[in-house]
């Protein structure tokens, strides 16, 4: 059985930092790439990271450059999102997701292109 489990949520005053974890079990985590979503209420779901964990190349929307690290353990099949300097606007769900897709240097922030999708962590960032 497939699974993501994301944690590290919480709230935190603004240029704060959070680590988020998005630990995977129930297939070839290699083959993979990993991404980070987010939802804030009343707004559509958008990408804010992704990396292929076969070479390790990494992705980002431009409003969290500079800000937001991803990272993997392949040993502990994990992904971790490194948040600093965190904003209001920041404020949102936070869902991790796995693709095989192999153009995801072209297709990382498209959502419909990952298969499997964990429940999501809150993280909430107050002015």
């Known amino acids: 059985e497939v699974q993501l489990v994301e944690s590290g949520g919480g709230l935190v005053q603004a240029g704060g930092s959070l680590r988020l974890s998005c630990a995977t079990s129930?297939?070839?985590?290699?083959?993979?790439?990993i991404g980070w979503f987010r939802q804030a209420p009343g707004k559509e779901r958008e990408s804010v990271s992704s990396?292929?964990?076969?070479?390790?190349?990494?992705y980002y929307r431009n409003s969290v450059k500079g800000r937001f690290t991803i990272s993997s353990d392949n040993a502990k099949n994990t992904v971790y999102l490194q948040m600093s300097s965190l904003k209001p606007e920041d404020t949102a769900v936070y869902y991790c997701?796995?693709?095989?897709?192999?153009?995801?240097?072209?297709?990382?922030?498209?959502?419909?292109?990952?298969?499997?999708w964990g429940q999501g962590t809150q993280v909430t960032v107050s002015s």
């Open positions: 129930g297939f070839v985590f290699d083959d993979y790439a």
């Open positions: 990396i292929s964990i076969s070479d390790g190349n990494t």
């Open positions: 997701a796995a693709t095989k897709d192999p153009n995801i240097n072209i297709r990382w922030g498209w959502s419909y292109n990952y298969d499997y």
